[in-house]
């Protein structure tokens, strides 16, 4: 299903489609047409900057977490920033390498078109493995969309995050989009973006499920198990790996969180493990990082719950923007498996 540009630079198969899993009231229309086919314009020039980068190195600066930043960490920062830019319904954003809550600073003559009530808060992890992105292995975005103009913090994220976007930068550019408006059923789809970004952009999967295993027999089972070093330190976790290998599951893991959620996304089966063990704190960002996964996992059909206590991801609110938890994602059943080992 191609989606060729319309008049206003807006594919109209695709923001058909969008539009088609919104309220058909009208209340979502900036969401359609201008906020999600921005964001995945933006997507697409992180990934022409990431064929051009050649040289992939210290920007000589850190965020405010502390963390080093590569300049293609900076590259891809600038480029949603200025996708967001083009989005006058988005009034805040903030990003793992700018952690704090600001007003959007829009493109001159966006400020006067009238947003009326459909007002967003973005929050967004610009460049996913950027640590394995020297090896030329795939990295992405991860985007959480927010229906708040003011913040996403201390909101219900199951009700308030009401779609996520993540972008694949592989042998192909990919994006995955999950929707989930209180009141209307949730929709995860698969989108694929040619060398002109939005204008080429094909609908690959209108639905990507991650179904119940009593509905289906997968004939490959995959298990993505991260910080594998902790199973060192840790015998539940050391347990459960040594059970996915004793049954024959297949490896998928590749240090990057986005190439590993999808894979199991894009094979209908999986589970990923990031656990919490006394010696390996939690690392991943709730707020950039865990609910923007979490909703496309749960739009999908899947499970995404904190290892510590096996509670939803999307449960609790986010108290600050460094906020960290683990991960344990993937086919329900799967996630109810790994739990079980986990906490004994």
Partial sequence: MGSHGTGNGVPSLLSAHIQSLLPQDGTRESLAQSVIPSILQGI???AKALHDAQDVTRAGTANSFGDDQLNVDVISENHVRTALARCPSVRVASSEEDPIERSVEHVAGTESVQVGTEQYTVAFDPLDGSSIIAPNWTVGTIVGIWDSGQTALSQSPASSQIASILGVYGPRTTAIIAIRIPGTPASCLEVGLGLRGIEDCVIVRPSIRL????????????????????????????????????????????????????????????????????????KLRRLYELCPLALVVECAGGRAVDPVDGTDILAREIGNCDERGGLVCGTAEEVEFAMKGLLG
């Fill in 44 to 46: 697409s020039d992180i």
């Fill in 211 to 282: 179904p119940s295993l009593q509905s289906i027999t997968p004939k490959t089972r995959y298990f993505a198990p991260a910080n594998l070093r902790a199973a060192a330190e840790d015998e539940r976790y050391m347990a459960l790996v040594s059970h996915y290998i004793r049954s024959k599951y297949t490896l998928r893991y590749s240090g990057g969180l986005v190439p590993d959620v999808v894979h199991a996304l894009v094979k209908g089966h999986g589970v990923y493990i990031s656990p919490v063990t006394g010696a390996s704190k939690a």
